[in-house]
């Protein structure tokens, strides 16, 4: 018996005027984005959006499985212009070990997709793009990524159990919405030019979108091991005066300059999770809720009474947090809240801080140390070169 995957069961249909008619069989393969010119079908979009369901357990994908598509759309383009292609052996083994990770031969795994109705098609071109956009990175920054034996050094020395680091720094919060996005990122270029400490706060007042503008951009004293794990390393590669490379959010560019450092005899603790509460609606009815909450006890009443509002809670190690709000989470104590603007226009996010939950610390090897420099250096470097790909192509919405 020859069994059929979904793409070619489909195809067949099309072919031969199956009971579907030819209007559906159209529409499923019809663009429904372009990406310089280079096509996204419905058909593909469907896959996405049911294999992100799979993948993570969640029906809101909708959206990310869109944005997911257009991303890789633009690393597969960028890995062409370099002449990076993956081996036919290279990519098995890609397939193999991802099922490996889900306790499944690449075999079984294609079955249970298969049975979700996702087409090993679908499957295949996931696992290429994440293993060749790794080459690309790797080609176009490796020398960038590798940290210094200083580096190394602070960063160890912030881990280990004789005691700790704590940093000072000043933050500015650009605004940066689509239409804003390229200014904000040459007032942040400008900015990290700047080497005064009295400067960039001054500069903090005028442009910081953050409520610690009032300050000057001034944050409390913080300890390294408190920052989001993506920023940590950041941090730790740092002079006092020197100023991070501009991150990039949703809606944002943030830049840190660093403004002190100093060591604590007391042992350090690392953050095993961070708990926090995100209240999502429309602005008006978020900035309501604000006014009336105290705790993230007080969220749940709130959400409750207005049908409006969506609260998720969430109980995340750093390293699981995105960037778009580990960033904005570092300067909350237990309670505080800050609002971002969401992606949809009249939307908003209340992020609130509940808890961080701290263990102990364990020992840790310098190659380790070096390994987690890098990859947060070269994830950074990934994300920036990614945004700038995005603000530069041509990508129409059918």
Same mark, same amino acid.
């Not at 942040?188 to 005064?196: D, Q």
């Given at each position: ?186 007032? &942040? /270029? ?7 400490? $009295? +400067?960039?706060?001054? %500069?903090?007042?005028?442009?910081? !979108?953050? *409520? ?92 409750? &009474? /207005? ?7 969430? $109980? +995340?190690?750093?390293? %699981?947090?995105?960037?778009?709000? !580990?960033? *904005? ?70």
């Amino acid at each position: 018996m020859v069994k059929l995957t979904l793409r070619k069961y489909l195809t067949a249909l099309v072919l031969i005027g199956g009971v579907t008619g030819p209007s559906l069989a159209q529409s499923l393969f019809d663009p429904v984005i372009s990406v310089d010119r280079s096509a996204i079908t419905q058909y593909e979009l469907e896959q996405r959006i049911q294999f992100l369901r799979i993948l993570e357990r969640s029906t809101d994908v909708d959206e990310r499985a869109r944005e997911s598509l257009i991303d890789d759309h633009l690393k597969m383009a960028a890995a062409s212009l370099l002449g990076i292609a993956l081996s036919e052996d290279i990519l098995t083994q890609a397939m193999s070990a991802f099922a490996a990770n889900a306790n499944r031969s690449l075999g079984q795994l294609l079955i249970d997709l298969a049975q979700d109705g996702i087409d090993e098609k679908t499957y295949r071109d996931y696992i290429e793009v994440g293993t060749t956009w790794r080459e690309v990175v790797r080609s176009r920054f490796a020398s960038r990524g590798n940290p210094t034996e200083e580096e190394i050094d602070r960063a160890l020395a912030s881990t280990g159990d004789q005691g700790g680091i704590q940093v000072l720094l000043t933050e500015i919060v650009l605004p940066a919405a689509p239409e804003q996005l390229a200014n904000a990122r040459q007032t &942040a /270029e400008r900015l990290t030019r700047i080497k005064s400490a $009295s +400067q960039f706060s001054e %500069q903090a007042r005028l442009l910081s !979108a953050s *409520r610690s503008s009032k300050n000057g951009g001034e944050l409390e004293w913080t300890n390294l091991n408190d920052l989001p794990a993506g920023l940590r390393p950041i941090i730790s590669g740092l002079h006092p005066g020197q100023i991070t490379e501009p991150l990039e959010v949703q809606n944002a560019i943030v830049l840190f300059q660093l403004r002190d450092v100093a060591e604590s005899s007391a042992t350090g603790a690392k953050i095993s999770a961070i708990e926090y509460a995100l209240l999502s609606g429309p602005a008006e009815a978020v900035a309501t809720a604000s006014r009336k909450a105290d705790t993230c006890d007080d969220l749940f009443g709130l959400a409750k &009474a /207005e049908p409006a509002l969506e609260l998720t809670i969430q $109980s +995340q190690t750093p390293d %699981q947090i995105s960037r778009f709000i !580990a960033l *904005r989470i570092t300067s909350l104590d237990k309670n505080e809240f800050i609002i971002l603007p969401a992606a949809q226009t009249g939307q908003a996010d209340l992020v609130m801080l509940c808890a961080r939950v701290h263990m102990a610390l364990k020992n840790v090897s310098r190659a380790q140390i070096a390994g987690n420099l890098r990859s947060a250096r070269l994830t950074s470097l990934s994300d920036g070169y990614l945004a700038e790909l995005r603000s530069n192509a041509d990508i129409i919405f059918h």
